[in-house]
């Protein structure tokens, strides 16, 4: 009686974002039957949990899912999200992805024949689950926020809409990546002080030699490396995304930018004591490293150039000047003087696998898998970083390692007929 109940399909895949409907996408097309359940809507993360001046910091020639690609009329520029959203929608459509939205995963668990899974709308038992919900469900953020005073109001980028929702007043950014740079930015814009807090950060400049970044990075096969060739996979995977942001103007956003627009840096946040935030004071390394490791990626750039012949198409080798280290950064700030009254939590993020009830994470809370593959049989991951190649979390990377992932999963539903 209670077996009736229960819902019989070949995959379940969770997650409806770009990763998830490339999954479907190559189940179909191998006549695999399956479900994409989505806990919210298509592209659910761009709609909810993104800030509303974000734009994709990758150009638009560069946005391409299996069967589909960017053909409006920009195609250097750079989608906002009701853009993204479009796009992810208009590629769900495409694919006719099986997706059921508003269906929460709330348990995957294994049985004898593969997982059971348990939604907000009923049971479903499968032979194998593909996880696509995403790497970035949660703010991660240090554990000393509960010491910052209750007079200073912190977000994390979930909250974080726009300057105007902010109390009048100072604002400290905490995280120079792609997030925390661009937020800077934004504040300051508004006419509040900004002060930003910088960790390890990977510096690169909008353009070189008269390309996009990105453009060398793809024509380069810099993305195109794959996890078993990287030397030290688990640092590549927690690589903090690139000073980058995707503004018509196609302009360098990078801490010399920021000091230039009047924006205070000072070192990593590293504890809060007495009401006051202590910030490290090794400004000066955290900036040559990044400086080194930027050229040193120019330098493959260039390398690539001469021996591709591309040297008469580009336009001359260039150095950004090394970031500008200022004369003294604070090293302390408090936080009950009135100077700040918010704090910007952009530290990253992290997966949420609360629901998974597999015994395949690791010490950290990531997912144990080898390209996507985890150690449990049937259970297979998409989107998260360097899963299989370093472009794997970008939207134009879902396409080589969803098909790999799915052929895998094609293969082990054969042997076991
Ligand atoms: C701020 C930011 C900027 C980015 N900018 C770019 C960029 O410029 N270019 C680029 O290529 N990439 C960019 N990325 C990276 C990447 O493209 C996005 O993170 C993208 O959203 C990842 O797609 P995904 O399908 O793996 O995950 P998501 O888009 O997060 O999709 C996962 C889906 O799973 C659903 N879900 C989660 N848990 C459950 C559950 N238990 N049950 C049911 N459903 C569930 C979620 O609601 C969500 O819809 C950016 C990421 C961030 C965070």
Redesign the pocket.
């Known amino acids: 009686m209670r077996d009736r109940t229960i819902e019989q399909v070949t995959t379940v895949v969770?997650?409806?974002?770009?990763?998830?409907?490339?999954a479907s996408h190559f189940l179909g097309d191998r006549s695999i039957d399956h479900l994409v359940?989505?806990?919210?809507?298509?592209?659910?993360?761009?709609r909810?949990?993104?800030w509303d001046s974000?734009?994709?910091?990758?150009p638009n020639w560069?946005?391409r899912l299996p069967g589909l690609r960017y053909e409006g009329p920009d195609p250097d520029g750079?989608?906002t999200m009701g853009e993204v959203t479009e796009f992810?929608e208009r590629f769900a459509t495409a694919s006719r992805a099986p997706v059921r939205t508003g269906?929460?995963?709330?348990s995957v668990r294994r049985t004898d024949g593969g997982y059971h899974v348990t939604?907000s709308r009923g049971e479903i038992r499968c032979r194998t689950v593909v996880i696509?919900?995403?790497?970035?469900?949660q703010p991660a953020v240090p554990r000393f926020t509960d010491a910052v005073p209750a007079s200073v109001e912190q977000l994390t980028?979930f909250d974080y809409r726009a300057p105007a929702k902010l109390p009048d007043g100072g604002v400290l950014v905490v995280g120079a990546s792609?997030?925390g740079v661009q937020l800077a930015a934004e504040l300051q814009r508004s006419g509040r002080p900004v002060t930003l807090s910088v960790g390890e950060h990977v510096r690169l400049p909008r353009t070189y030699r008269g390309r996009d970044v990105l453009w060398w990075m793809d024509a380069s096969g810099v993305w195109d490396q794959r996890y078993d060739e990287i030397d030290d996979l688990t640092r590549a995977r927690r690589l903090p995304?690139p000073q980058l942001a995707?503004t018509p103007e196609r302009t360098t956003l990078d801490l010399n930018a920021l000091t230039s627009m009047g924006v205070e840096l000072v070192g990593r946040w590293a504890a809060v004591r007495d009401g006051r935030a202590l910030f490290s004071g090794g400004v000066r390394n955290t900036f040559s490293l990044a400086d080194l490791k930027m050229g040193r990626l120019l330098d493959t750039f260039d390398e690539w150039a001469r021996t591709d012949g591309q040297d008469a198409e580009a336009g001359p080798a260039e150095r950004p000047a090394p970031t500008r280290v200022p004369p003294s950064t604070r090293l302390q700030l408090d936080l009950g003087s009135g100077e700040v009254r918010a704090v910007v939590w952009a530290t990253g993020?992290r997966p949420?696998y609360r629901?998974l009830d597999v015994p395949a994470l690791d010490a950290k809370g990531q997912l144990d898998h080898k390209g996507g593959v985890v150690a449990s049989p049937g259970l297979y991951a998409?989107?998260?970083p360097v899963l299989r190649r370093r472009k794997s979390?970008?939207?134009?990377?879902?396409e080589d390692d969803a098909r790999e992932v799915i052929d895998h999963l094609t293969r082990y539903l054969a042997v076991r007929q």
Request: aromatic share 8%.
């Open positions: 969770v997650g409806a974002g770009h990763a998830g409907l490339a359940l989505e806990r919210g809507e298509v592209a659910n993360s761009w909810r949990e993104r974000l734009r994709l910091l990758t560069q946005s750079y989608m992810i269906t929460q995963v709330t939604t696509a919900s995403g790497a970035c469900n980028t792609a997030t995304s995707g993020f949420d629901w998409l989107g998260l979390t970008f939207i134009h990377g879902i």
